[in-house]
């Protein structure tokens, strides 16, 4: 500390100790806004935590998080886009990048990404966020109250749950089957909430490769809710984070393409494609919608430094061929885990392989439960959460329990060994 | 799109035209959360732009916004630090980063810019943001309900002022002097606030070379204000952006540091110190609060290869040197105004000489108003903006007119010609 004289010194230690001792007759707890408490902290990634305090029999394997694989992330290829975006003579890259982000790279993802529209959206139907997640939050301050009501898929991504909640918004679930959200449960639960006085303002789903379930909505239920949502006037978000990452020879069209680019807004992001570390994301939707979220962005917005090394990676032509070889890569991981538990399993679960992805979800048997059997995995020496964090009343609401497996980040040598440590899981708690 | 047969494709169309049907009869405005009705968008960097429609008569040298030196950025340091930080042989700088951001950063952060407390703060009183105006709306989020009321300078960072308006919260002004803060007016305040029914839960300040006005707060003020709020039971939240940029030979304590770390928050930030475009600050507090801000953490983090290229620079040793240059850059940038404005600007203003950061406040003589000057100004090829965006009320509120003119990221040769220009309009405005 500055200090002129010894006189001072003491003096100023005396204020300090008489502000510690002011502060040390209060609770931090108590000055918590009301709209965060009774929330919790923690993201799909803490998950591989979910464990502690259990004792494992041998290094775990993780199969918790969404994260893509640690083996392939072209960190040369990176770093050379950062060395040309740095070799600009102006002061651009470090400078405030503006509320919407590097116009170039939000070109460029409009070209990549929405690449299924009739016409090409530009860069004014972007904004770039901090992820998906930090999309799916600007989607909420620009469409959202307190009390109001979001319509969801039981299960889903419990981050978004959590966000959701944070913005005090109700998540009214709806079920899904083999091909995406139910439209009739989807009709009926608009039908009482407007019966009961509230007005749902939005649907959020994930209909590609949906986390955590894997599933992909048809073609025709596709169209169906768009017009659905069209006709009752309620904005569809839909969170494309896994879109790229198909298995099949293309990807189905986004909904925003399915409905003309009106009443839905797409959550997407990097993290998936490339690396959840760069936590570079965006928010698609008609430029009228993306203007009137400005009000709502009090960050100054995110890096261009990183927004002009992505361009850069993406024109370098670097890009889509690294996101052809990862398709392989997650394939040939989905296809080893299916393998090693397709037979051995018959007596504890079900699955329906997706078609692209990060995700298994095993449906459990009668009589299995999905936390005993991540605590099994984990004495097992694997790590893989429940299904039922993933729903918005923290229960599998008339599902069958479950346990999501995530095979993207698990290296390709250790897939068959997860796979067998799940299924000793599940024999031991089987077994009782 | 992904098609099958032409028949496919035509449906697709026709449901496509139907969602635009029912969407062109609905105003997306309509659709506006009511938090966001009202607000405006736009950051202190747009204020460059307040003189579009006006003709300039030549180039306009730019004085408005608090941006670096673009000469003197380190790019090739923050390439190499990029390149150690990717030189690692796991996925770390490329996986999430986690909530608080990465540790060694955090901790880093400690002993550079908390160094005046009497224990340097460890990597748990820190979490890391989109820059400071991120950790300004986490520390919102975390302590304020709609409603509630933050009492602030004025004029204060316009930036800060949005923010809390996004939150809907009351911002309740208190005038400063040549010492910063006026207690006098902020007990009163309080005082009146509470015979109202009305609880104020923060003070806002920026006690350090203070934006817009430059005014340091003396080390007496610092006490008597911390221990103020102490007694009231208020938290303060101190933006430093500017601390480090002292051109004296030390910068005065943190009201943190003078605390003893109880209640006072912190939000600091690299913008001023390296580049606006790192977009990475951070919130400092007691670990009891930053653990009951992670539940409003929606984001997923921020970029942990940014924290690990920020890391390296600071730990290689060229970090504080740099800053250190800076201080020199920026001291003679200011010296050369103050010496083109001081006699010449007699009739038209006066001004306090700042002891560090970015900016010189003009108070302007009585009849000549901000708006007219910047107008002029624009004409005459300056842009910077009027005191009036930066008071809560948007007038001055019994000060002087006044605009602000930051000498940061003019080049040092433009520095003088820039001040002359602000003569010629302040004289054009006063000759009518």
Known sequence: MTTETPDLEAELQAVAARCAARWNDRDPAGFQSARLRGLTAGSMTDWGLAGSGVKSKRPPISMAGGIPDAASQPKQ?????????????????????????????????????????????????????????GAIDMAATLLLDRGDVVIAEMPTFAGSLRTFRGHGVEVAGVHLDDEGMRL????????????????????????????????????????????????????ILEDTAYNELFFTPERPPTLSAVAGGRG????????????????????????????????????????????????????????????????????AK??????????????????????????????????????????????????FPPGVGFYPGGDPDGDPEAVRLAYSWTSAADIAAGGERVLAACARVAGG
Chains 1, 2 share one sequence.
């Not at 299916?338 to 990060?358: M, W």
């Not at 979800?361 to 999905?370: E, I, K």
């Open 77 to 133: 290829g990176l770093l050379r886009a950062m060395e040309r975006a740095l070799d600009v003579p102006d002061d651009g890259p470090l400078v405030y990048g503006g509320p919407l982000g590097y116009e170039p790279l939000r070109a460029e993802i409009g070209k990549y990404f929405a690449r299924d529209h009739a016409e090409i959206p530009g860069a004014d139907h972007f904004i770039l966020t901090n992820g998906a997640a």
């Open 184 to 235: 009739d449960q989807l009709e009926a639960r608009i039908a009482q909430l407007r019966a009961d006085g509230r007005a749902p303002k939005l649907i959020y789903t994930i209909p590609t490769y949906h986390n955590p379930t894997g599933v992909t909505m048809s073609l025709q239920r596709r169209a169906d809710l768009v017009e659905l949502a069209a006709r009752e006037g309620i904005h």
């Open 264 to 331: 839905v807004l797409t959550a997407g992001t990097f993290s998936k494609v490339i690396a959840t570390g760069l936590r570079i994301g965006w928010l698609q939707a008609e430029p009228a919608l993306i203007e009137l979220l400005l009000p709502g962005r009090f960050d100054m917005g995110n890096s261009p430094l990183l927004h002009r090394m992505l361009h850069e990676y993406m024109v370098s032509g670097e890009f889509a061929p690294h996101v052809e070889r990862m398709r392989g890569v997650y394939a």
């Open 334 to 383: 989905l296809a080893a885990l299916a393998a090693t538990l397709r037979d051995a399993g018959e007596p504890y679960f079900e699955f329906t392989q997706p078609e692209g992805g990060f995700f298994l979800w095993l449906r459990l048997r009668d009589g299995l439960r999905g936390r005993d059997v991540q605590r099994a995995g984990f004495e097992e020496g694997a790590i």
